[in-house]
């Protein structure tokens, strides 16, 4: 799926994504895409009348990003396009239709290998090779005086006395009572089978010196105060063997990745890292950058590539890889070009999308488009129905658009929602779309004359843009070292 820089981080990931050169004799205009212009003083007032927003360039170069993403969504909608056709469907929904294509594809790839057995699943359980604990945590915040330790080991003590006293399934309730770790208090108290050395050292250490059954005293953790118990099979059988499933699963996916690697002879450039941290505040003319990031047989990885990925990342994720070191980033990008070999091997595999696929990216797209027009207050029928020509209905969808831009990014008083970037790019195909530097400069110049003569806004609090419902594209992976907290 947020915080005062909701609109910031959206605005930093657009900023400096310019044609820079397109206006450099308009210093009145802020930009222009599908025939429409942004006038600098419309810009200025747009930033320069929303205390929220800080006054900076690169804040109006991403109001600027997101106008005229708007303005392309609205010619669109003036000029009577079909925003739910099937091809616009797929680019717009580009992140779901890969992940479903994968899916099916690795649902193939599963069906190639052996499964473990029940016998299989049991005979590691007694070898101790790999085993599985639930918990309860205290938590004890690392700021916290000794006076409340003291008050959180009492209570952990109190709840290891209980836990004495009951069976297993006494132990699960517990968990779900008093545990204050929330990635296991729902499953009562579960963690995933794993081999040693997965968890912290103090945990992992009392963690496995229990026998089946076994239950372990207070222990003390960087977390806070645990109770650890490890279940016998015969109450875990179905679950240890689903996590031995999964496991092997996710170490033969890795060894597939490796040997398709090395099989294309993927190499990242030395370069690589410096032209990542470029892109990521110049995203949108990222994706028109040729620049070879990563090579491999048959192909390269291009920094409009890793733009691609990027923008189907939470925002929130790509912001991170500004302070990423070298070896973090080329790592990053041997993984998205690693994405983009599989996503080959799933074409040439001839893996495409269900019916119920079809169903679900449509239901996506649907609501997607759905939700704009209700912020635009616009359809195609009312469009139909107030103008009579496609440039009258042109000028109401922008009329339409100004009001929502005024109420979400100046007043504060709609949800904010920027066009999203897959619905964005495929709606710019064959439009102009372009940003002037002396513009956005001269807007900077405005807003900050604005702001200064505005004595309301100057003394409202920052408390920050109100976030439209609904989550985030996708997700990032993590390779973060397990730890029960």
Not at 37 to 45: I, P, Y
Request: charged share 25%.
């Amino acid at each position: 799926m947020r915080r005062l820089s909701v609109l910031t981080m959206v605005l930093a990931l657009a900023a400096c994504s310019a044609l820079r050169d397109a206006f450099s004799a308009h210093a009145e205009v802020a930009g222009s895409a599908a025939g429409q212009t942004l006038a600098v003083e419309r810009l200025a007032s747009l930033v320069g009348r929303a205390p929220r927003i800080p006054v900076r360039a690169d804040v109006l170069t991403g109001v600027a990003n997101v106008y005229l993403d708007y303005a392309v969504l609205a010619t669109a909608l003036g000029r009577g396009r079909d925003l739910h056709d099937s091809s616009l469907a797929l680019a717009a929904e580009w992140p779901l239709v890969v992940q479903l294509k994968w899916e099916h594809y690795h649902q193939k790839l599963l069906a190639g290998r052996s499964r473990m057995t029940p016998a299989d699943a049991d005979s590691t359980y007694r070898a101790g090779s790999v085993r599985l604990f639930q918990h309860i945590l205290i938590r004890v915040p690392p700021s916290a005086v000794p006076m409340v330790e003291e008050q959180q080991k009492k209570k952990a003590e109190g709840v290891l006395r209980q836990a004495a006293a009951r069976s297993g399934a006494g132990f699960t309730q517990l968990a779900r009572q008093y545990s204050e770790d929330p990635g296991s208090k729902a499953r009562g108290g579960y963690l995933p089978a794993t081999p040693r050395g997965q968890f912290v050292a103090a945990f992992d250490s009392a963690a496995w010196a229990l026998a089946p059954g076994g239950l372990s005293g207070v222990v003390r953790s960087p977390f806070g105060f645990h109770i650890i118990r490890r279940p016998p099979l015969a109450e875990v059988r179905d679950s240890f063997r689903v996590d031995l499933e999964s496991s092997r699963a996710n170490r033969l996916d890795s060894l597939y990745f490796d040997s398709l690697t090395k099989a294309r002879q993927l190499k990242v450039e030395s370069g690589a890292p410096a032209r990542v941290r470029q892109a990521v505040p110049q995203i949108v003319t990222a994706r028109d950058d040729g620049h070879t990031l990563a090579t491999f047989r048959g192909g390269t990885f291009r920094v409009k590539d890793l733009a691609r990925w990027l923008l189907a990342l939470d925002p929130n994720d790509v912001r991170g890889i500004a302070t990423a070191s070298d070896d973090q980033l080329t790592q990053f990008v041997r993984l998205l070009a690693q994405r983009d070999l599989l996503l080959e091997q799933v074409d040439s595999a001839g893996v495409g999308l269900t019916a119920d696929d079809w169903r679900h990216v449509r239901a996506e797209h649907d609501s997607g488009v759905g939700r704009l027009e209700g912020l635009l207050r616009l359809s195609p029928e009312l469009l139909k129905d107030s103008a009579a020509t496609p440039e009258a209905r042109v000028r109401l969808a922008m009329a339409h658009m100004d009001g929502y831009l005024d109420a979400a990014v100046t007043r504060g008083s709609a949800a904010f929602l920027p066009v999203p970037p897959f619905l964005a790019a495929a709606l710019r195909q064959g439009e102009t779309w372009s940003l002037n530097e002396a513009g956005i400069a001269r807007a900077l110049e405005r807003a900050q004359a604005i702001r200064a003569a505005d004595t309301t806004a100057r003394q409202a609090p920052a408390t920050g843009l109100k976030r439209a419902p609904g989550p985030p594209p996708v997700a990032g992976d993590s390779a973060a070292k397990r730890a029960p907290s």
